[in-house]
């Protein structure tokens, strides 16, 4: 049996082998200049009724599923109430069920109170995907972020004060050549305050569909960074994150020019002669044709 999504269908890297559920479609803020996964969708929440008929589907199925994963990108916004029902009856047809996750905006978060997380947390929603792109204010102005670093802040650690494992992901290069390391510093100041579980890297790498909005709302200040630029900045990226909470660190999406990862901070030094090597030797970084957002 095959689920029939609403496409174009995103899920982070880790959760290749989940099983997807859109229980909502689109995404209800979709004002991020950087950003055109949900730009043809209309926002959405799917009905209960149907979302219980294709878990029953799908359970029969797969019934040894041990992962899910709950797209598209606005899972969180759903009514606790909605959400919690959905998570009970995930829990109540797949037996061997051990993860349940979702992408989740800052302004999700905030808008949850802690008794609503908690109860979440208990029904078995784990682990949140936030996207913190920048740690500097000016640069999360102009990709129209739609949150602020304090913001930022106080949600990831509203998360994971409640329980949840928290993997958060930025934007190396989002800051231009003006703002490179205003938002490369504030950045992993920001990182050292949430302390996430998992960090993940990516590089911008605008698409064309985006690129006319995300230069007109960066007031067509924005210079993009080349490859060595880029390298730099994922270098102090690393030297400055210095959580006293061990945060698995990658930088293996496709957009980037080359895929590191390691254990932050007992794998900095190591990392950053890694980026020192591939600076010099600039022929061993990824083709730029194979490099997508």
Same mark, same amino acid.
């Given at each position: 049996?095959?689920i029939v999504y609403d496409?174009?269908?995103?899920?982070?890297? =880790?959760?290749?082998?989940?099983?997807?559920?859109?229980?909502?479609?689109?995404c209800s803020y979709n004002?991020?200049?950087?950003?055109?996964?949900?730009?043809?969708?209309?926002?959405?929440?799917?009905?209960?009724?149907?979302?219980?008929?294709?878990?029953?589907?799908? =359970?029969?199925?797969?019934?040894?599923?041990?992962?899910?994963?709950?797209?598209?990108?606005?899972?969180?916004?759903?009514?606790?109430?909605?959400?919690?029902?959905?998570?009970?009856?995930?829990?109540?047809?797949?037996?061997?069920?051990?993860?349940?996750?979702?992408?989740?905006?800052?302004?999700?978060?905030?808008?949850?109170?802690?008794?609503?997380?908690?109860?979440?947390?208990?029904?078995?929603? =784990?682990?949140?995907?936030?996207?913190?792109?920048?740690?500097?204010?000016?640069?999360?102005?102009?990709?129209?972020?739609?949150?602020?670093?304090?913001?930022?802040?106080?949600?990831?650690?509203?998360?994971?004060?409640?329980?949840?494992?928290?993997s958060c992901m930025i934007?190396?290069?989002?800051?231009?050549?003006?703002?490179?390391?205003?938002?490369?510093?504030?950045?992993?100041?920001?990182?050292?305050?949430?302390?996430?579980?998992?960090?993940?890297?990516?590089?911008?790498?605008?698409?064309?569909?985006?690129?006319?909005?995300?230069?007109?709302?960066?007031?067509?200040?924005?210079?993009?960074?080349?490859?060595?630029?880029?390298?730099?900045?994922?270098?102090?990226?690393?030297?400055?994150?210095?959580?006293?909470?061990?945060?698995?660190?990658?930088?293996?999406?496709?957009?980037?020019?080359? =895929?590191?990862?390691?254990?932050?901070?007992?794998?900095?030094?190591?990392?950053?002669?890694?980026?020192?090597?591939?600076?010099?030797?600039?022929?061993?970084?990824?083709?730029?044709?194979?490099?997508?957002?």
């Amino acid at each position: 049996m095959q689920i029939v999504y609403d496409y174009p269908l995103y899920r982070p890297p =880790s959760e290749a082998n989940s099983v997807i559920f859109q229980v909502t479609i689109g995404c209800s803020y979709n004002k991020c200049s950087f950003c055109d996964m949900y730009r043809t969708k209309r926002y959405f929440e799917r009905s209960l009724d149907e979302l219980k008929s294709e878990i029953d589907l799908v =359970s029969a199925d797969q019934p040894l599923t041990r992962r899910i994963f709950l797209a598209d990108g606005d899972a969180l916004n759903l009514q606790t109430t909605v959400l919690f029902q959905i998570l009970e009856y995930l829990y109540l047809k797949f037996k061997n069920l051990e993860r349940v996750s979702c992408y989740a905006m800052p302004r999700n978060i905030l808008q949850k109170k802690d008794t609503e997380l908690q109860k979440l947390r208990e029904a078995g929603l =784990s682990m949140l995907y936030v996207g913190i792109e920048s740690g500097n204010d000016i640069v999360l102005r102009k990709i129209t972020k739609g949150a602020s670093q304090r913001q930022i802040i106080h949600s990831c650690r509203k998360a994971k004060d409640n329980g949840f494992t928290l993997s958060c992901m930025i934007i190396l290069g989002i800051g231009g050549k003006m703002y490179s390391m205003q938002h490369i510093v504030d950045t992993a100041k920001t990182v050292n305050e949430i302390s996430p579980d998992y960090l993940a890297a990516l590089t911008l790498n605008l698409e064309q569909g985006i690129h006319d909005e995300f230069m007109y709302k960066y007031s067509r200040q924005f210079e993009p960074l080349d490859d060595i630029e880029i390298l730099n900045e994922l270098s102090v990226l690393i030297d400055g994150v210095n959580s006293k909470y061990p945060i698995t660190f990658r930088a293996n999406h496709a957009s980037n020019v080359y =895929s590191i990862g390691g254990t932050l901070p007992d794998d900095k030094e190591k990392l950053i002669s890694l980026i020192n090597e591939l600076k010099l030797d600039p022929g061993r970084l990824r083709d730029k044709r194979l490099r997508r957002f």
